[in-house]
């Protein structure tokens, strides 16, 4: 859950971010998260290396 940990870190910090941004990969495979306050939003989509483009303007 390094994403509800990264909000509590903001917090003590007193800087707030809208969302946290988060990816999971198994190398060849990516999914992207949102988290927002306690949601999380799931792409369902797989992303697929090759082509890396798409992969790379989600990081950009």
Same mark, same amino acid.
């Given at each position: 859950?390094?994403?509800?940990?990264?909000?509590? +870190?903001?917090? $003590?910090? %007193?800087?707030?971010?809208? $969302?946290? /941004?988060?990816?999971?990969?198994?190398?060849?495979?990516?999914? *992207?998260?949102? &988290? %927002?306050?306690?949601?999380? $939003? +799931?792409? &369902?989509?797989? /992303? *697929? &290396?090759?082509? +890396? %483009?798409? +992969?790379?303007? *989600?990081?950009?």
């Amino acid at each position: 859950m390094g994403g509800v940990t990264d909000q509590k +870190i903001n917090q $003590a910090r %007193e800087q707030t971010l809208t $969302a946290v /941004y988060g990816t999971v990969s198994i190398g060849t495979q990516w999914r *992207f998260l949102k &988290l %927002e306050g306690q949601t999380v $939003a +799931i792409d &369902l989509m797989d /992303y *697929f &290396l090759p082509p +890396i %483009e798409p +992969i790379l303007s *989600f990081l950009v």
